[in-house]
């Protein structure tokens, strides 16, 4: 069965550190990968994903992720975090067939400390 | 255009109520979603419509009815809820099942009293 985890529940960084999410998933095939982040009280919004080819994605908001198929992960990175940065981080793997469907991790609580 | 909207933001009602949570986007896109959340935890899909046809229904009671007049709306009908189908309720729209980006509402914040 396909599954997410981000080991992380929360965690909390000073504003201009560099910044890890960590994400692994379990699946069968090759993944449809996803980061999305949601501040309080709002929808979702898309930072990254990767579908095929560089293993190294870049997304809005100076975000990137590294798809490390050996290690079965896809781990969420910014070089400097912003104050605004803060908000929870869902990484969720998808499957295409005709009417695809997201299996979403159970989030990580970004805190920035000023 | 690539936004999505809900309707209400807030939604208040007693458990013999009966209301409807709307959502609408105007991106051309063929699939669309209903998620459920609740707080601290990550969306949970409830129905997905795709070219006007619900394909998944994730065994939801009932007193939930999704229905897609157009490909263009979606809209979910609310009947005898219970205290704990408070959540925030998210919808979600991408181009059709291959392109697996999905652009998400704001949602609609319900609590059932």
């Known amino acids: 069965a396909q599954s997410v985890t981000q080991p992380d529940i929360h965690i909390t960084v000073s504003e201009g550190a560099s910044l890890e999410l960590r994400c692994n998933y379990s699946y069968g095939a090759t993944p449809y990968l996803f980061w999305y982040v949601q501040s309080p009280g709002q929808g979702l919004q898309l930072l990254l994903k990767y579908f095929s080819g560089d293993t190294l994605v870049q997304g809005i908001k100076g975000f990137e992720a590294e798809f490390k198929r050996s290690q079965s992960s896809f781990n969420l990175r910014k070089p400097s975090v912003h104050w605004s940065d803060a908000a929870e981080y869902f990484c969720?793997?998808?499957?295409?067939?005709?009417?695809?469907?997201?299996?979403f991790g159970s989030g990580t609580r970004l805190l920035v400390r000023p | 255009d690539t936004e999505v909207t809900q309707t209400p933001k807030h939604l208040v009602m007693g458990m013999t109520n009966k209301k409807s949570l709307k959502c609408e986007q105007h991106?051309?896109?063929?699939?669309m979603y209903w998620y459920k959340q609740k707080a601290k935890k990550p969306p949970e899909l409830m129905f997905v419509y795709s070219y006007e046809k619900l394909s998944i229904n994730e065994s939801v009671p009932s007193r939930f009815s999704p229905e897609c007049p157009n490909s263009s709306l979606l809209n979910l009908h609310l009947h005898a809820l219970q205290p704990e189908d408070s959540a925030l309720y998210l919808c979600?729209?991408?181009?059709?099942?291959?392109?697996?980006?999905?652009?998400f509402g704001p949602g609609t914040r319900l609590t059932v009293t």
């Open positions: 969720a793997v998808g499957r295409m067939d005709s009417s695809y469907k997201l299996i």
């Open positions: 979600a729209s991408s181009q059709d099942g291959r392109e697996g980006r999905s652009y």
């Open positions: 991106m051309g896109h063929r699939a």
